[in-house]
């Protein structure tokens, strides 16, 4: 099992920056691949962006590139989301995910609301 623990999200006004943090445990040489995923109110969880665990290559949901930037500390299993210039349309509760093979979502974190005000 891998447990997963967001943080970081919080209230910005437009155009601000904000950065997420997520803190992988467990059986985290199994992971393979980490995510982030958002879901806004009514809305469907959407993709933003991942990470390939271990040649550190990331890809991004196409609205998302340029202003989300995904990274990862190797020696603390950590994994980030800069946002930048972020839009009130940004607002949503952020999740973590990691998996066992590329692209999977094995393993989700409780989330983080992030509140955009324009």
């Known amino acids: 099992q891998v447990q997963l623990v967001e943080s970081g999200g919080g209230l910005v006004q437009a155009g601000g920056s904000l950065i997420l943090s997520c803190a992988a445990s467990g059986r985290t040489l199994s992971i393979a691949y980490m995510a982030w995923f958002r879901q806004a109110p009514g809305k469907a969880r959407e993709f933003v962006g991942g990470i390939n665990w271990r040649n550190y290559m990331t890809d991004y949901a196409d609205s998302m590139k340029g202003r989300f930037t995904i990274s990862r500390d190797n020696a603390k299993n950590m994994v980030y989301l800069q946002m930048n210039t972020l839009k009130p349309e940004d607002t949503a509760v952020y999740f973590c995910?990691?998996?066992?093979?590329?692209?999977?979502?094995?393993?989700w974190g409780q989330g983080t609301q992030v509140t955009v005000s324009s």
């Open positions: 995910t990691a998996g066992n093979g590329l692209r999977r979502t094995d393993y």
